[in-house]
């Protein structure tokens, strides 16, 4: 899976981006509105760069890396997700779709770019009937990034497992095929 847009190419991350994802992921400014919890062991990325290649192989789906066409630069990741394991808002069984990128590339539209190339391959490729998106309440560049991707924006919720209120967002295909 492979996805190419003006700026960027969206590809499978692989174990090559591991300190990329270190870097990304030990970042205390991109884990703001993550929890506040950065990483501190390359392991730990190794293990996410893991489990999200066994999410490609059993769901179809994952987080992908973000590449900077002209630079050919990691600049982060973005995506889809089945949270099969996992219940947000009393949903459990659905697709989100996030994006998590270095701060050095933020504010240059590539988090909207490229969640706009993922939204597509999720209602035109894959076919899904609806993208979810969640974010912390206070996350005002997601929430901007969300709306601007076409995502409705539905409700707050508690989310008692992070203790913290996150934002629930929705489009389905038919509201998607009317925007694009
Ligand atoms: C969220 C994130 C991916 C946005 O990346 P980005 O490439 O800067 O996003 P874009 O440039 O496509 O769009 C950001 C929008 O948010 C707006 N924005 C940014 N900071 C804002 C703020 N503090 N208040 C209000 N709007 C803000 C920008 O103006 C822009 O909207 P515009 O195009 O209408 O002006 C990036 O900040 C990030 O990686 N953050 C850390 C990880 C994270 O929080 N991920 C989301 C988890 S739900």
């Not at 509105?33 to 059993?58: M, V």
């Amino acid at each position: 899976m492979i996805l190419e847009t003006d700026r960027l190419i969206v590809r499978p991350l692989n174990e090559t981006d591991l300190n990329d994802m270190f870097a990304l992921d030990s970042n205390p400014k991109v884990h703001q509105y993550l929890g506040n919890k950065p990483i501190t062991h390359k392991q730990e990325a190794l293990n996410y760069i893991k489990s999200t290649i066994k999410q490609y192989n059993t769901t179809g789906v994952g987080r992908w890396a973000v590449i900077e066409k002209e630079t050919k630069s990691f600049i982060g990741w973005c995506g889809l997700r089945l949270y099969n394991d996992m219940t947000f808002n009393n949903k459990t069984n659905f697709y989100d779709i996030g994006y998590r990128l270095l701060p050095k590339y933020w504010g240059k539209g590539y988090a909207t770019e490229s969640a706009k190339a993922c939204l597509n391959y999720a209602f035109s490729t894959l076919n899904l009937n609806t993208i979810y998106g969640i974010t912390e309440k206070e996350n005002a560049a997601s929430h901007a990034v969300l709306l601007k991707i076409g995502l409705n924006y539905i409700e707050d919720f508690y989310h008692d497992a992070e203790q913290m209120t996150l934002r629930w967002y929705a489009l389905n295909k038919t509201e998607y095929q009317n925007i694009s």
